[in-house]
């Protein structure tokens, strides 16, 4: 059972270059999020889904798109990367509601540096 | 919005003493409280969570007490251990995944 999967784990990019981060969940859950940690600041929401083919904005999704065209992957975008954006990416996912025992399960991370 | 805040953001403490963590949010609604604790270069994973019905809950050295009317709530590590080192994060919920708040984190050393 492999849980939650972040695909590359790292990643250099130059500003204004574009990617994608995957994130793939076995355990059938509805709800993914994309996260970012910066220093100081804990984790912070970007995107979020409720279901496949539903996409929600978090605190902060200025510069990132998303989409979630199958229930066990969330794609986290960034069109146009800059230098604010070098962080560490983490996607999570969820059962529907968030009950006692009952975790949102966190990927690995992927780390994002643009220059 | 749900504003939490974590204190201290650095915590020292020598093996075998305690090690207690603030947290404090805004909003009333929030009624699910998560603490997950993210070693060196990995993952966040949950160590114990508490609903706002029940003040406190106990995991073999960990504990969380929650205090509604405050509204905040702390975790309080005893005899503590070197494996323990850690970067301790707070959350705070209405109970939907997607409305989960986290604190800043706190950094946790164990000494020998």
């Known amino acids: 059972n492999a849980g939650v999967t972040q695909t590359p784990k790292f990643r250099v990019l130059k500003t204004g270059q574009s990617m994608t981060l995957l994130c793939a969940q076995d355990m059938n859950h509805e709800y993914m999020y994309w996260y970012r940690q910066d220093p100081g600041m804990g984790l912070r929401l970007i995107h979020y889904?409720?279901?496949?083919?539903?996409?929600a904005k978090g605190e902060v999704p200025d510069g990132y798109n998303v989409s979630r065209l199958k229930k066990q992957n969330f794609l986290l975008g960034l069109e146009s990367a800059a230098p604010s954006q070098t962080s560490v990416y983490f996607c999570?996912?969820?059962?529907?509601?968030?009950?006692?025992?009952?975790?949102?399960?966190f990927g690995q991370g992927t780390r994002l540096t643009v220059v | 919005g749900e504003n939490v805040e974590q204190h201290p953001s650095t915590l020292s403490v020598q093996e075998g003493d305690s090690a207690v963590i603030k947290c404090t949010y805004s909003d009333s609604a929030s009624n699910y409280f998560p603490w997950y604790k993210q070693e060196l270069g990995k993952r966040p994973q949950l160590i114990i969570d508490?609903?706002?019905?029940?003040g406190e809950k106990k995991d073999q050295r960990i504990a969380v007490t929650l205090n509604k009317t405050a509204k905040h709530f702390s975790l309080h590590i005893t005899e503590t251990q070197p494996e323990d080192s850690a970067v301790y994060f707070c959350a705070a919920s209405p109970g939907t995944a997607s409305k989960l708040t986290f604190g800043t984190g706190t950094r946790l050393q164990v000494t020998l």
């Open positions: 508490i609903r706002s019905n029940v």
């Open positions: 889904s409720v279901g496949e083919g539903t996409t």
């Open positions: 999570a996912s969820s059962r529907q509601d968030l009950i006692p025992n009952t975790e949102a399960f």
